[in-house]
C-alpha cells in the first residue's frame, strides 16, 4: 500500500505546492533511441526515486495542485505515451516492483491492432495493478495540421472530436473517465487549450518543468526520461526541479507561422524565492542573452522560420531549497513551407 509521508517544511512552502512529471515511451532494447530507454537504465530510474522520491498518482497530484492542498516534498508522478506493449513486458514488472503507480497515455482506437501496441486484456490486467489510463486521442495525429481547403472551425471540431471520441471509448472499456489528455507529439495552440479546458479536461505537453497550483493545467509539463534525456545525473536536476511562478507571458501563443524568423519573448517573474539576476535562458542548448528589468525578461529569439519543435527553458536557483532550481519551459511549433508538421 502506497502511503503519503509529508516532509515537515514551512506553510505555504514552494516545495509543498510543486511536482514533477516524468514521460516514457518505450522501455525497450530495440526500439528508437530517441523515444526509447533501456530496462536497465528504466530500473536505475525507478531506484533512484524509491531512494529519494515521493512517486504518487497523477490524479492525485493533479486534484490536490487544483484544490491547493500540500503534497509531499519531491513528488513525482510516472508517464508513459503511445501504450506499447514493451511498457506491459519491460516496465510494468519494474514498477510493480517498487510499487509505483503510473499513467499510460494511450489511442484507444489504436489498442489491440498492432503486436507493437498493448490489448485490452493487458489493459484489463495492468489496471487491477494499479496503472490508469487516459487520452492520448484515437488518432496520433498532428493536431496543429489543416486538411486541404479545412475551416479553422472544421478543424477545431475535427482534432475535438478526435479527443472526446477517445474519452468516449475509454469510458467504455475501463468504466471511468479522467479527462486527462496528452497532445500527441505534444503539440497544441491556444484555440486546443482553451476548447478542451472548456470541455473539462486538463492538458499535459511534451515541453520541460516541474507543476504547481499556478501552473496551465491546459498545457502541463513532463520532463522527458529517454533518449539523450535518460542519464540520471542530468535528470537528477529535473527531478528536484520547482515550478517557476511566472506571468505575462509574451506571445501567449505557441503556433508560429513561417513569416515569423525572429521573436520578441518575455515574462515576469515576481517571487521572493528566486533572483531575476540569477535566471538563465537556453534553446537548443544555447544560452540566451537576455534583459532583465525588475524581473520581467526579455530576449530576442532567433531562426523561429525552422520548422519543428522550438522550446526556451529558464532556470534559476532557490534561495530557500539548496541545489534546486526553478524551471520554465516555453514550447513553440512550425510546420513546413508545405504546411506539414515533423514528427
Not at 525507478?46 to 509531499?72: F, I, R, S, W
Not at 486521442?137 to 481547403?149: C, D, P, Q
Not at 519551459?329 to 513551407?337: C, D, G, I, R, Y
Request: charged content about 15%; aromatic content about 12%.
Amino acid at each position: 500500500m502506497l502511503t503519503l509521508t509529508c516532509v515537515a517544511l514551512p506553510t505555504n512552502s514552494w516545495a509543498q505546492d510543486n511536482a514533477v512529471i516524468l514521460l516514457y515511451h518505450h522501455v525497450s532494447n530495440d526500439t528508437p533511441n530517441s523515444t526509447s530507454v533501456t530496462p536497465e537504465v528504466f530500473a536505475q530510474h525507478m531506484q533512484y526515486l524509491a531512494d529519494n522520491h515521493q512517486v504518487l498518482d497523477l490524479k492525485t497530484v493533479v486534484e490536490k495542485l487544483q484544490n491547493k492542498q500540500p503534497l509531499p516534498d519531491k513528488t513525482v508522478v510516472i508517464t508513459f505515451d503511445d501504450g506499447y506493449t514493451n511498457i506491459y513486458q519491460n516496465a510494468h514488472p519494474i514498477l510493480k516492483k517498487f510499487n509505483f503507480p503510473y499513467t499510460i497515455f494511450i489511442n484507444p482506437a489504436l489498442i489491440g491492432g498492432a503486436d507493437y501496441q498493448l490489448d485490452w486484456q493487458q489493459i484489463t490486467e495492468m489496471g487491477k495493478e494499479g496503472v490508469t489510463f487516459a487520452n492520448h486521442g484515437n488518432a496520433h495525429i498532428h493536431s496543429l495540421a489543416k486538411l486541404a481547403n479545412e475551416s479553422q472551425q472544421a478543424w477545431l471540431t475535427r482534432v475535438t472530436d478526435n479527443v472526446t471520441s477517445a474519452e468516449k471509448l475509454l469510458k467504455q472499456k475501463l468504466g471511468y473517465s479522467l479527462k486527462y489528455f496528452a497532445y500527441p507529439y505534444g503539440e497544441f495552440n491556444h484555440l486546443i487549450q482553451q476548447k478542451l479546458t472548456s470541455l473539462g479536461y486538463v492538458g499535459f505537453g511534451q515541453q520541460s518543468g516541474a507543476i504547481a497550483s499556478y501552473s496551465d493545467f491546459s498545457a502541463l509539463p513532463r520532463y522527458p526520461a529517454a533518449g539523450i534525456y535518460s542519464r540520471l545525473d542530468p535528470l537528477k536536476v529535473k527531478l528536484n526541479s520547482l515550478a517557476m511562478p511566472v506571468s505575462n507571458i509574451s506571445p501567449t501563443i505557441a503556433e508560429l507561422d513561417l513569416s515569423t524568423d525572429k521573436l520578441n519573448f518575455s515574462f515576469q517573474v515576481n517571487d521572493k524565492d528566486i533572483n531575476p539576476a540569477q535566471i538563465n535562458c537556453f534553446k537548443s542548448g544555447n544560452k540566451l542573452e537576455h534583459n532583465n528589468h525588475d524581473g520581467k525578461i526579455s530576449m530576442h529569439l532567433n531562426n523561429m522560420r525552422k520548422a519543428g519543435r522550438h522550446r526556451v527553458n529558464c532556470t534559476a536557483p532557490s534561495k530557500s531549497y539548496g541545489n534546486r532550481y526553478y524551471w520554465y519551459s516555453k514550447p513553440f511549433f512550425v510546420p513546413t513551407a508545405a504546411g506539414e508538421w515533423l514528427d
